[in-house]
């Protein structure tokens, strides 16, 4: 099954109210994206892994030498689909099933930012950080380039994408500016809520 690039859920300028510009998400998504997805369904010809998921490419390909290329491209490909969902334009606040489990967390809703910036500054070059969930736990956590909660077979509830690809036309070279504002206007809580209640709350 070939990757697809799959649309944006909104307008390429309905995030420019809470500080990601049209022309991020121009380049991002239709160019950024694009190529991950372009360059995975190359790699994915005769790998032997076209008649999976996604999700299943990404697993089998982690640490896989021979598919280091092909993972790259995968991983990309499914954490920028996430990326996508876990934003919006629509501010809605945290729902309270959300808010009492990251209260439980972290101690405070601030402190669990305080900690999501930190991995994300923390990421010493390209990576992600990302609210998963791993057993009954929430947990914040990092990782470099592609790498994903996929493979480590936790459930990501919400990912950052700290590549300066996402954030170096909008806020240059303030990587903590990014992430404190995508954490204060950027993120779509009721999809976060919806990944925890998928994963049993
Ligand atoms: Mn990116």
């Known amino acids: ?14 995030l420019a109210g809470g500080g990601m510009s049209e022309e ?3 380049y991002h998504h239709d160019l950024h994206h694009k190529a991950y997805v372009d360059n995975g369904n190359k790699l994915l010809e005769g790998s032997g892994l076209e008649g999976k998921s996604l999700e299943e490419v990404v697993t089998a390909t982690y640490n896989a030498a021979d ?13 920028h689909i996430q990326f996508w969902e876990m934003m ?11 808010e009492a489990r990251i209260k439980e967390a972290f101690g405070s809703v601030d402190a669990f930012k305080e900690q999501f910036v930190a991995a994300g500054v923390g990421q010493f070059g ?21 790498v994903n909660p996929l493979c480590f077979g936790q459930t990501a509830l919400l990912g950052c994408d700290v590549w300066e690809h996402s954030y170096y036309i909008d806020f240059r070279n303030k990587r903590p500016v990014y992430i404190q504002n995508f954490l204060d206007n950027l993120v779509n809580w009721e999809n976060v809520a919806q990944r925890l209640a998928a994963a049993g709350g």
């Not at 598919?67 to 954490?79: P, T």
């Open 24 to 26: 991020t998400l121009q």
């Open 88 to 98: 919006g334009p629509n501010r809605t606040g945290m729902p309270s099933e959300l």
């Open 67 to 79: 598919k280091a290329g092909l993972f790259n491209n995968a991983s990309q490909h499914w954490n």
């Open 126 to 146: 390209s990576g992600w950080c990302w609210l998963v969930k791993e057993g009954d736990a929430l947990k914040v956590t990092k990782t470099p380039n592609g």
């Open 1 to 14: 099954m070939a990757f697809e690039l799959p649309d944006l859920p909104y307008a390429h300028n309905a």
